[in-house]
């Protein structure tokens, strides 16, 4: 049996603070995202056409404020992923809601997103 304080014994560990050395570089962070991009882009065929798309977290960060709830989301995403060009194909093909959510779960698992079941 132990005796003392319960509350020191289930305290949370504090984290160490860090030092920051220089300042967070985003332009940097940026340029070697562009540079990866390329070997991690989402490639997929619809009605024989080839579409390639980049990972989720490769998008804008303003795509937070466009959307109410995750269905209007997930499409202003994917539309931007396309891109104009890419999205003018896309829209008139045919598509099941089923093949469209197997489309974005994949996408979403290449991109390292937990998608849920």
């Given at each position: 049996?132990?005796?003392?304080?319960?509350?020191?014994?289930?305290?949370?560990?504090?984290?160490?603070?860090?030092?920051?050395?220089?300042?967070?570089?985003?332009?940097?962070?940026?340029k070697?995202?562009?540079?990866?991009?390329?070997?991690?882009?989402?490639r997929?065929?619809?009605?024989?056409?080839?579409?390639?798309?980049?990972?989720f977290?490769?998008?804008?960060?303003?795509?937070?404020?466009?959307?109410?709830?995750?269905?209007?989301?997930?499409?202003?995403?994917?539309?931007?992923?396309?891109?104009?060009?890419?999205?003018?194909?896309?829209?008139?093909?045919?598509?099941?809601?089923?093949?469209?959510?197997?489309?974005?779960?994949?996408?979403?698992?290449?991109?390292?997103?937990?998608?849920?079941?």
């Amino acid at each position: 049996m132990t005796s003392g304080d319960p509350r020191r014994r289930n305290a949370p560990k504090k984290r160490p603070v860090k030092i920051q050395a220089e300042p967070l570089n985003l332009d940097d962070f940026a340029k070697e995202q562009e540079e990866k991009q390329a070997e991690h882009l989402y490639r997929f065929t619809l009605g024989g056409v080839d579409f390639v798309i980049p990972p989720f977290g490769d998008l804008d960060r303003k795509l937070m404020e466009t959307a109410d709830d995750d269905a209007e989301f997930m499409a202003a995403a994917f539309k931007m992923a396309l891109g104009e060009d890419q999205f003018e194909i896309f829209d008139p093909m045919p598509l099941s809601l089923d093949g469209l959510n197997r489309l974005f779960k994949d996408w979403g698992d290449h991109s390292g997103m937990d998608t849920g079941k």
